[in-house]
């Protein structure tokens, strides 16, 4: 049976993302749509593409593995303001892409520039056959100064608004999330408490990572957009992270090991300990671990020095006091039990 229309659409708005200047989509669309009229299937693989997500286009054969796919570096690129599209053929079946420019795929290019696409295929020095563009007659340059080109529709009269920030244009469908932020998988599309919880994890760190500094609350806002993405690429990186994009258990166990420590409050321990001659042996514990036998990493002895005294420097637990001995900082558990004296 022969796929759809309604899939190879589906699946194409799903890949060209948010953040696709609409007259772009539309149009990109209505290539598929006339497409299929003629029996060629045909999908969009590519559309708007983050500074993030083109900066790991680019790494790819160079820092990364795989082949070279681009020689645009973040902003050099169509895809990052929407104005670009990346097709391919699909089997009649919709199960397989073909990547052969053949009859079929030089007639896609055509149905594309009568819609006022420019195909990449056209170019002379670098021949880019899934490239599909609108520039509206702006220069790259135009475009990172933030200028926005004004592209009439020729599929009915739709109008984009000149330097329309097409970032802010956003078509997602957010979904919603709930709950507190423990680790499960937060991504691109998503809003809500847990999603604010990791940004301001993000921002509270050291270095923060903020998803949009200088913006609003410095971008916080319990969306997670593409800034937010960003911050986690970047955050993943800096710590060598697996770079996704996605806030799963490793983000979050990341994110609570760096958390800054509240700072201590002033230790109201005071006074001594005294540890009688009586007691032969007296049990020790480091300071990060639960004051229980199992965990005694070593032992005072009272007895041999004629009973021992010691500074309390922190009161850690109920019944547990903190105090210098010769291997360092150590808990030691003085409960009513014990022949320990306090003063
Ligand atoms: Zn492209």
């Known amino acids: 049976m022969a796929v759809s229309l309604n899939t190879l659409l589906e699946r194409s708005i799903r890949n060209m993302g948010s953040g696709m200047n609409q007259v772009v989509k539309e149009t990109a669309l209505e290539v598929i749509k006339r497409s299929y009229k003629e029996g060629i299937y ?51 079946d919709g199960q397989k892409a073909i990547w052969t420019v053949n009859a079929k795929w030089k007639r896609v290019a055509a149905i594309g ?62 979904i919603k999330v709930t709950g507190d932020w423990k680790g499960q998988t937060l991504r691109n599309g998503q809003y809500g408490k847990p999603v604010k919880q990791l940004q301001t994890m993000l921002s509270k760190n050291d270095p923060p990572f903020y998803p949009n500094k200088g913006a609003k609350n410095n971008g916080i806002d319990e969306y997670y957009g593409d800034d937010t993405e960003d911050a986690v690429e970047r955050y993943q990186s800096y710590y060598g992270l697996k770079r996704d994009g996605l806030a799963g258990k490793e983000v979050y166990g990341s994110l609570k090991e760096n958390e800054p420590k509240s700072k201590s409050k002033p230790s109201q321990a005071k006074g001594t300990v005294h540890l009688p001659a009586s007691a032969k042996t007296w049990r020790t514990y480091k300071l990060n671990v639960k004051p229980v036998k199992k965990n005694s990493d ?35 558990y003085v409960g009513s039990g014990t022949s320990a004296v306090i003063k």
């Not at 054969?61 to 303001?81: C, D």
């Not at 009568?114 to 295929?121: K, M, T, V, Y």
């Not at 005072?300 to 004629?306: C, D, E, F, I, K």
Request: net charge positive; aromatic share 10%.
């Open 42 to 92: 045909v999908q969009i693989s590519d559309g708007y593409r983050s500074h993030a997500e083109q900066q790991k286009l680019y790494n790819q054969g160079r820092t990364t593995s795989g082949n070279i796919v681009t020689n645009a570096k973040p902003g050099q690129s169509l895809h990052n303001y929407g104005l670009a599209v990346d097709y391919f053929i699909v089997s009649d």
């Open 113 to 174: 520039k009568s819609l006022g696409f420019e195909w990449g295929g056209d170019w002379s020095s670098f021949k880019d056959y899934p490239h599909l563009q609108m520039t509206g007659g702006l220069t790259l340059s135009q475009l990172q100064a933030g200028k926005r080109p004004k592209l009439t529709s020729k599929v009915d009269d739709t109008i984009t608004a000149p330097d329309q920030k097409v970032e802010s244009e956003t078509v997602t469908n957010w």
């Open 298 to 332: 070593w032992s005072l002895t009272p007895a041999r020095y004629g009973g021992l005294t010691y500074k309390i420097l922190d009161k850690p637990y109920p019944d547990v006091v903190t105090i210098k001995t010769g291997r360092g900082k150590r808990n030691i």
